[in-house]
């Protein structure tokens, strides 16, 4: 008995090992940072000790179905990642961001509402998630969905997979350029920012503060002083009918969605005018 204790304890720990490099490979992490600097790791694992799991079923705008995850409540992940920062004056919003690098950034304000949930599993199909969007990715390993009836991408609410990072930050130090400064919070121009920073913003920039796969809108020219508003608005709904690029479809932005955008786009380019 005592001779074969030894043997016993390596197998122990060649299984313990073999399980540890399991669990590395299959469960995902999720990244916090503050201002846009490091703060914090958390395995799913960990996550799921800390914070309460949600089975939630429900319609799923973007797929057009029915759907059931697996889920954190967003405020329980921000509750616990970041304490009371995350409702404090000091910050205005966060940037969920995407494997590739794309970021959503959305205002606190939204995510202090119910409804939002940090999907970390699908539960319809045994293994792995059902694929999403034109390309069809696979939106692991976290997806955020909003249960709320008007809690839509076109309402602003970001939507994004395959999110691997959250970063609190304050908008006008992150993204100074992007801000409408000076424009009521219920005006037009506000609402197209509103949209602009959870959808557009991942891929565009305004005076070169934003994403760069998308042309910057707002300098050396704005878009509004040399594409029609017409053009502007039929563009940005459905850019595959006039080039094949990056730029995704918007089939779901209506009307006064646009107008938004476009008088967003107008207010940059008047406000830039009179800064000079
Ligand atoms: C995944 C990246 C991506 C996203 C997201 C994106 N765009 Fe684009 N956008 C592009 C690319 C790339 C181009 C350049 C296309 C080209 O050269 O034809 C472009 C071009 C444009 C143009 C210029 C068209 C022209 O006439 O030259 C406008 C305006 C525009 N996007 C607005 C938007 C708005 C508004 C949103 C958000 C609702 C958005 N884009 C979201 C990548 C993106």
Redesign the pocket.
Known sequence: MRKSFPAVRVLIILTSAFFAARTLAVEPDLEFRLGGKFAAKVSLVDLQDKIKSHRVRFFNVLMNKEKTYEAFSLKDVLNFAYQTNWVSDQYSDIALIALDG?EAVSSLGKLQEDGGLLAFRDLDINNGWEPIGDKKVDPAPFFLIWTGKNQTPKAAYPWPWQVVALDLLRFEDQYPAIVPKGAPIDSSAYRGFE??RT??L???AMDQNG?K???D?NAPQS?AAY?SKH??KE??KN?SK??Y????D?PD?SDLNLED?YHY?RFQMERKAKEH
């Open positions: 794309y949209l602009f959808r557009c991942l891929c565009h994403g796969i998308g042309p809108l878009i594409r053009m502007i563009f940005i850019p006039y080039r690029s990056q730029m995704p918007n932005l955008l786009f």
